[in-house]
């Protein structure tokens, strides 16, 4: 085969890289999958599918650390009211260690707790890139903020064009569905 042409029976095995054409932006929007995004009901049962592992995970680290901080407070076998007072504020601190471990850890690395791989939901930035560990983060920062005022931050996903929360406008995130073109 003469290089960089092809003759009548060869077979050209190569992907079209649509980012090499030099077509109009309306053409390349068309030939490009529509971005699907997350909505509230399959988010909301990602996080109910995350809820176990969590929860678990939550329990250890809370009996662990109070357990420690009585053990370490106590003194000669005694237990003090400053010494469960440090039991509970470890406990405290251990269920948002957990927290933030994990959500931080799954969406900074690939976008998806177990929950949303199984339902196939990924966070991304906007530009449809993986989102790394210091937006993984604010978005953790602004989950905890949305949560606070009973939930309503998280009702934001039913009037936001993009189904964005508070945590994802904070962020600069969004949900899409794995499969959907991620580019915008």
Do not use: N
């Amino acid at each position: 085969m003469d290089e960089g042409y092809l003759t009548e029976g060869d077979v050209f095995e190569e992907e079209l890289d649509l980012s090499r054409l030099t077509l109009p932006a309306e053409l390349l929007t068309a030939l490009r999958p529509p971005v699907v995004y997350g909505g509230f009901g399959r988010r909301a049962v990602a996080a109910l599918i995350d809820a176990p592992l969590l929860f678990l995970l939550t329990v250890l680290a809370m009996s662990l650390a109070s357990l420690t901080a009585i053990g370490g407070g106590t003194v000669g076998g005694e237990v003090t009211r400053g010494v469960l007072f440090l039991a509970l504020a470890a406990a405290l601190v251990a269920a948002l260690a957990v927290s933030l471990a994990f959500h931080v850890l799954c969406w900074g690395h690939g976008g998806q707790t177990p929950g949303m791989m199984l339902l196939g939901l990924q966070v991304v930035r906007q530009d449809g890139e993986e989102i790394g560990f210091i937006r993984a983060f604010l978005r953790w920062v602004g989950y905890l903020l949305a949560l606070l005022p009973l939930g309503l931050g998280m009702l934001l996903v039913f009037f936001q064009p993009r189904r964005r929360g508070l945590h994802d406008l904070l962020a600069g995130t969004c949900v899409i569905r794995v499969g959907s073109e991620s580019k915008q």
